[in-house]
């Protein structure tokens, strides 16, 4: 069996390879393990290897987390769907958001920010394939929304993330990043400024890091395959 270790060094090892083939720097692509369903002692072994921004999709489970390795001063980076009566548990225990998609949860995660701690980091998620089933706002409605969480005091606007329908084909999946990757130009254009690209998984990350991603989040190439989701 492959060691956490081992398997992290390979993940690291294919973004470097996609950003040097598609002449990117390695050091321009952050990596998020998304730790989701994981035990913290698995969170450990990959935190131990020198991994330190980790990724959940639900609330109670990744707080519980942070709670327990809090000794680590890990970067936690909330990715899932987030209902209002869950933000003030975000706003104290994550990082990061990755999913915003409307603005009254940005307008609670904002006033709910603990003064303590800098502004939460947030990326609005688009929804570049236009599923009905999946998060994220339409490309249309992006520049509005980031113009309104720009202007909110406790949140920095980051940039977009995006979950694209799932293809096994390199340019199919390359062409669904290159649209977040132009809306973000066009955003930019308009004067909102943002650092981040969140494109990418265990099975696409080497298209997105073609098409720009800054940040690729990546599960089961580092864990293996989850039994639950
Ligand atoms: C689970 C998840 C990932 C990681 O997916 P893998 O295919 O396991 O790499 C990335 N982003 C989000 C939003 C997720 O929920």
Redesign the pocket.
């Known amino acids: 069996m492959t060691t956490l270790p081992a398997k992290l060094q390979a993940v690291l090892a294919r973004i470097a390879a996609a950003a040097r083939q598609f002449g990117r720097k390695p050091e321009e692509v952050r990596l998020?393990a998304?730790s989701?369903t994981r035990s913290t002692d698995c969170i450990r072994a990959v935190a131990a290897a020198g991994q330190l921004a980790f990724?959940e999709?639900h609330v109670q489970e990744g707080v519980a987390k942070a709670r327990e390795l809090s000794a680590l001063t890990l970067d936690w980076h909330f990715?899932?769907s987030l209902q209002a009566n869950k933000t003030r548990l975000v706003a104290e225990n994550f990082a990061w958001v990755?999913?915003l998609d409307r603005l009254s949860i940005a307008e609670r995660l904002s006033a709910q920010r603990p003064a303590s701690l800098p502004p939460l980091s947030v990326c609005l998620q688009v929804n570049v394939s236009g599923e009905a089933s999946k998060g994220g706002v339409a490309p249309g409605a992006a520049t509005p929304l980031a113009q309104a969480i720009a202007a909110l005091p406790r949140l920095r606007l980051r940039g977009l993330?995006t979950?694209p329908r799932p293809s096994k084909d390199f340019l199919e999946q390359r062409h669904a990043f290159r649209r977040l990757r132009e809306l973000a130009e066009q955003m930019q254009a308009t004067g909102l400024q943002f650092d981040t690209l969140s494109m990418g998984?265990?099975?696409d990350?080497e298209a997105a890091v073609a098409e720009g991603a800054t940040l690729v989040?990546?599960?089961?190439?580092?864990?293996g395959e989850?039994t639950t989701a």
């Open positions: 998020l998304v989701k990724g999709n990715i899932g990755h999913s993330m979950i998984m265990s099975d990350l989040r990546v599960g089961t190439a580092i864990f989850r």
